[in-house]
């Protein structure tokens, strides 16, 4: 009798399916928009990332995400969106070389500022340079990550939602119904060596359409992209 009930209760309850996603050997693309919901010049910017929803590279070799920075928030409209570690970010990548200053809205491609994009240019520039595998597996919140090349790296983490419209009531975007796509929610880091383990917390729930898992590999004390990988989860 305790074998049935238990073959039961095997049959009546749903599989655990973890969803698994890789990059390939080549180096994905991975573009950074620096933007804000108080900034007048970053609605069309922000519509030129959500039209990346169309490009068949996406999530395979492409990877877009949107940093919403703070510093807006005291000109008269805080930004849901915004944290500090995200305009913290912006100022490290200055720092260090990566982009001329920080501004908004800011576009990074492969961890170096894109300014070709002020200029008309919309197609995203690919990469060619071999770059090592990176595989991730993600069920109920468990993470786990391993990555071809054996050496130490910090893993990066960002949880990203899809279809997010706000109404702006004050500041420079007064009036406006913004719509944004690939909004970074949460971030989270964790150093390692080729393989990580790493306990998600509860998915934030902003009224996304859709929620969306990146990973990438940065060398410990650098904020330039090794390798990346995303995969919607649901």
């Not at 573009?31 to 519509?47: F, I, K, M, N, W």
């Not at 909004?183 to 998600?200: K, N, P, S």
Request: proline letters at 5%; a negative charge.
């Amino acid at each position: 009798m305790t074998r049935l009930v238990l073959c039961l209760i095997c049959l009546l309850s749903p599989p655990v399916w973890a969803l698994e996603f890789s990059s390939s050997n080549l180096q994905t693309t991975v573009v950074e928009l620096y933007t804000s919901e108080g900034c007048s010049s970053c609605p069309p910017a922000d519509r030129w990332l959500s039209s990346l929803k169309s490009d068949p590279r996406l999530f395979k070799t492409l990877i877009p995400m949107a940093f919403h920075v703070d510093y807006w928030d005291e000109l008269g409209w805080p930004d849901r969106f915004a944290q500090r570690q995200f305009s913290q970010r912006q100022r490290a990548l200055a720092q260090h070389g990566f982009v001329s200053q920080v501004y908004t809205p800011g576009l990074v491609v492969n961890s170096q500022e894109w300014r070709a994009w002020f200029n008309g240019v919309r197609d995203v520039p690919s990469v060619a340079e071999t770059a090592g595998q990176l595989n991730a597996e993600y069920a109920k919140g468990e993470l786990a990550v391993n990555f071809s090349e054996n050496s130490r790296y910090e893993l990066n983490v960002a949880v990203l939602g899809m279809g997010l419209v706000t109404q702006v009531n004050a500041g420079e975007n007064r009036g406006r119904l913004l719509q944004h796509d690939f909004v970074v929610l949460a971030l989270y880091q964790q150093a390692g060596m080729a393989e990580w383990r790493m306990t998600l917390d509860a998915l934030p729930e902003r009224g996304q359409q859709q929620t969306v898992l990146a990973v990438w590999l940065t060398k410990p004390g650098s904020l330039e992209v090794i390798q990346a990988a995303a995969a919607v989860i649901n």
